[in-house]
C-alpha cells in the first residue's frame, strides 16, 4: 500500500468572491466607419512531410522506451480534480482505499470553477442542488453562487476530506495503455512519468478548452482579445471600447457584469436565445444561521430543488408542442415586459424551438441590452481589423478590448487523451464519430477504465453533480467487486453496450435537441451523444448497481469467469450501502 506524501497547502481563494461591482459610465456610441480592405490571409504552414513524422515517431517509441517503469501499481488513477474526479477520490478515500492517485494538470483543485474567472461566472442550478450530496453549505451568499464561492466551496471540500495528499497537480497525463498480461494501465504523464494503476477513472470534464471563433485578421488586432475560458484580469475595461462575441450561457453572465464600467459595449448575437429570469437575492446572516442550525432544512431544500427540476423536464426535454407552449409562454412574455423597444424585441426574440439550445437564466441581460452604453448587433462579423470589427454590411466598430464569449470545444467525438486498449484499440478511433459508452461509462475493449460526465450523461434539466455522484457510486463497485473477484479486467460486452446506444438514439428522437437548431449538443453527425434524454432519478435507478452480468470479465488465469450468486448479492449490498 501507497503512503500518501506529505499534504500540501490549498492555494488562497482567488479572484470573484463577490461578483463585480457595478459604475454607471456616461453612453458613449463606438465609432462606425467605412469598409476597407481585408487583409491578406497569411501564408499556409508548410506541410509535414511523411520522413518527418517517420523520424518522429521513431524518436517518441525510444524516448517512451526510456522513462522508468514504477515498481508500484495504484489500485486506482483518477484523471481531473474538478468536481467529479475530486468527488471519486473522496468516494474511494471513504470505502477505506489509500492506494490511489488523483492526476490534475493544474496546480489545483475545482476544474472548471478553477479555471473559469470571468465576471459575473455563476452557477444557474441553485447551489443547494450544484454541491455535493454529503456537503450540504450553509454559506452560500446566493441561491445561485459565483465562481469564487464555488471554488472555495470545492477547496473546502478537498481539505475537509484530507484529498490533497492524494493529488498530483501538474501532471497531465498524455496517454494511457492497457496491458491485457498484467491487467493494469500504464499512463505517460507529461514531463515524462509512468504510472501504472489497475483502474482508470477518467473526469476530464466537458468543458476543458475553450472555442476559438476563428475569425479571420484576429492576429492583426491591436487591442487585446481574451477568451472568457481563459479571463486575463490584466487587461483593462474600464472606460474601453468593448465587444463582446456570443451571446450564450457566457455572454449572458459577462455583459451585465462589465456593462457598468465599460464605455461601450457592442454585443454581437448569432442567435437569440430562450431566457427565463433569475432572481438571485443576496442570503442573509439570519438565513444563513437558520441553515446551520437545521442541515434537515438543508437537506430537504435540496430535495425539494432536485424534484423542482426533474419536474421541468419534459418541458426541457421532449420536442412536442404539448410540452412547448407553457415554458415558451413564460419566456415570451418576460422578454415583452423587460424590452420596450419593438426592434431591440424582434432581435431578442429566438427563432427556433424552446430548449433545443441551451435555456438561459438570467435577470439582468435584458436590462443590460436596454442601456445607453450597450448595442446588440445582429448583423454577421466578416473579420477583425487592427482597430476593430468590420461587419458583412461593410460597417466598422472601432475598439479597444474584444471579448470571446463563444463557449468550449465540447468533446462529443475523439477520446480525451490518448488510449489505447486491448488488442491496441484507439478510443480516438472508436470515438472519432462521436463518444460512445455503455450508461455513459464504460466501453467495451477499453477495460477496468470508468468515464465521469462522459456520453450521453450530460443534464439536460438539472445539476451535473447528480449525475456525476451516481457514477462515482457505480465505478465503486465495479472497483471493489474486481478486486474481490481477482478479476484481471472487467471489460463491458459489446451487444450490451450497443443496446444502451440504441436506447439513447431511439429516445434522442423524442427530444428537442433534435428540432432543427445547430447545437454543442449534437455531434458532427447530428447525433446527441451529450445529453442524457430522460429524467434523472431514472438514470440513477438504472445504474444504481454495478451488474457484473453486463460484462466480460477475466480471471487471473486469463479464462473468463461467470459471476456466481454471491457476487452478485455483494454488488446488492454495495448499491444499498453507498
Ligand atoms: C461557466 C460554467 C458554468 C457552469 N454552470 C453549471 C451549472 O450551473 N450547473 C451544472 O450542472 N453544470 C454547470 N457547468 C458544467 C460544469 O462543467 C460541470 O458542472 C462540472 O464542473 C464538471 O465537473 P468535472 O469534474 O466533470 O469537470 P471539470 O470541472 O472540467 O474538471 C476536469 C478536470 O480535469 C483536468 N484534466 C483534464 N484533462 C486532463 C488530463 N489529461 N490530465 C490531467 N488532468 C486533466 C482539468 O484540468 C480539470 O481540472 C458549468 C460550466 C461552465 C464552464
Redesign the pocket.
Known amino acids: 500500500m501507497t503512503t500518501p506524501e506529505k499534504t500540501p497547502e490549498a492555494p488562497a481563494t482567488t479572484t470573484q468572491d463577490e461578483p463585480t461591482t457595478a459604475t454607471a459610465k456616461p453612453a458613449a456610441k463606438p465609432r462606425v466607419t467605412k469598409p476597407r480592405a481585408a487583409a491578406k490571409p497569411r501564408a499556409a504552414a508548410s506541410k509535414t512531410t511523411s520522413a518527418a513524422t517517420t523520424t518522429k515517431s521513431a524518436s517518441t517509441a525510444k524516448a517512451k522506451a526510456a522513462l522508468k517503469m514504477p515498481d508500484e501499481v495504484l489500485e486506482v488513477a483518477v484523471?481531473?480534480?474538478?468536481?467529479?474526479?475530486?468527488?471519486m477520490g473522496i468516494r474511494l478515500k471513504k470505502a477505506g482505499m489509500t492506494n490511489f492517485r488523483v492526476?490534475?494538470?493544474?496546480g489545483?483543485?475545482?476544474?472548471?470553477?478553477?479555471?473559469?474567472v470571468?465576471p459575473g461566472?455563476?452557477?444557474?442550478?441553485k447551489s443547494q442542488l450544484?454541491s455535493y450530496s454529503f456537503e450540504p453549505s450553509a454559506e452560500w451568499s446566493n441561491a445561485?453562487a459565483n465562481?469564487g464561492e464555488i471554488l472555495k466551496y470545492i477547496r473546502h471540500c478537498a481539505t475537509k476530506y484530507g484529498m490533497y495528499p492524494f493529488m498530483r497537480f501538474n501532471?497531465?497525463?498524455?496517454e494511457a495503455t492497457f496491458n491485457a498480461e498484467k491487467g493494469e494501465w500504464l499512463l505517460i504523464?507529461?514531463g515524462g512519468e509512468l504510472v501504472r494503476a489497475k483502474n482508470v477513472v477518467?473526469?476530464?470534464?466537458?468543458?476543458?478548452d475553450p472555442k476559438d471563433p476563428h475569425i479571420k485578421g484576429s492576429e492583426n488586432f491591436k487591442g487585446a482579445i481574451i477568451h472568457?475560458?481563459r479571463w486575463d484580469n490584466s487587461v483593462e475595461l474600464k472606460g474601453k471600447r468593448v465587444a463582446l462575441i456570443g451571446t450564450g450561457?457566457?455572454g449572458v453572465?459577462v455583459g451585465p457584469a462589465i456593462a457598468p464600467e465599460v464605455a461601450h459595449l457592442t454585443v454581437f448575437q448569432r442567435t437569440a436565445n430562450w431566457i427565463m429570469p433569475r432572481p438571485n437575492p443576496d442570503l442573509t446572516e439570519a438565513e444563513k444561521q437558520e441553515s446551520r442550525d437545521n442541515p434537515l432544512k438543508m437537506k430537504l431544500n435540496r430535495l425539494s430543488n432536485y424534484w423542482l427540476n426533474e419536474a421541468t423536464a419534459p418541458f426541457l426535454i421532449l420536442k412536442y408542442d404539448a410540452f412547448k407552449s407553457v415554458p415558451s409562454k413564460i419566456s415570451n412574455d418576460y422578454r415583452k415586459r423587460k424590452v420596450k423597444d419593438p426592434e431591440l424585441l424582434k432581435k431578442l426574440t429566438p427563432n427556433y424551438k424552446f430548449g433545443c439550445k441551451r435555456v438561459l437564466v438570467s435577470s439582468d441581460w435584458y436590462p443590460t441590452m436596454q442601456r445607453e452604453n450597450v448595442t446588440l448587433e445582429v448583423t454577421g462579423i466578416k473579420q477583425i481589423t487592427p482597430t476593430g470589427i468590420e461587419m458583412v454590411d461593410g460597417q466598422h466598430v472601432d475598439l479597444d478590448v474584444i471579448i470571446f464569449a463563444t463557449?468550449?470545444e465540447v468533446r462529443n467525438t475523439g477520446a480525451?487523451?490518448a488510449v489505447h486498449g486491448l488488442n491496441n484499440a484507439s478510443l480516438d478511433d472508436k470515438w472519432k464519430d462521436g463518444a460512445e459508452a455503455f450508461d455513459g461509462i464504460a466501453t467495451n475493449n477499453f477495460p477496468n477504465m470508468y468515464f465521469?460526465?462522459g456520453p450521453f450523461t450530460?443534464?439536460g434539466h438539472?445539476?451535473?453533480?447528480?449525475y456525476?455522484e451516481a457514477q462515482i457510486d457505480y465505478v465503486w463497485q465495479a472497483i471493489e467487486l474486481r478486486k474481490q473477484m481477482n478479476l484481471k479486467y472487467i471489460t463491458v460486452k459489446p451487444s450490451v453496450e450497443a443496446s444502451f446506444v440504441k436506447t439513447m438514439d431511439q429516445r434522442s428522437e423524442h427530444t428537442v435537441w433534435k428540432s432543427g437548431c445547430a447545437s454543442w449538443y449534437l455531434s458532427p453527425n447530428g447525433r446527441n451523444n451529450v445529453l442524457y434524454p430522460g429524467f434523472n432519478a431514472e438514470y440513477r435507478m438504472r445504474i444504481m448497481r454495478f451488474n457484473p452480468a453486463n460484462y466480460v470479465l477475466v480471471g487471473a488465469n486469463d479464462q473468463p469467469v461467470k459471476p456466481s450468486l454471491r457476487d452478485h448479492l455483494s454488488t446488492v449490498k454495495m448499491a444499498l450501502t453507498a
Do not use: M
Open positions: 484523471i481531473g480534480s474538478g468536481f467529479s474526479g475530486l468527488g492526476f490534475e494538470k493544474a489545483d483543485v475545482g476544474g472548471t470553477w478553477r479555471d473559469n470571468y461566472c455563476a452557477c444557474d442550478v450544484y445561485y465562481q501532471s497531465k497525463v498524455l504523464i507529461e477518467a473526469a476530464p470534464g466537458p468543458f476543458a472568457t475560458a450561457a457566457t453572465q463557449g468550449y480525451p487523451f465521469l460526465v450530460g443534464p438539472t445539476s451535473v453533480i447528480a456525476a
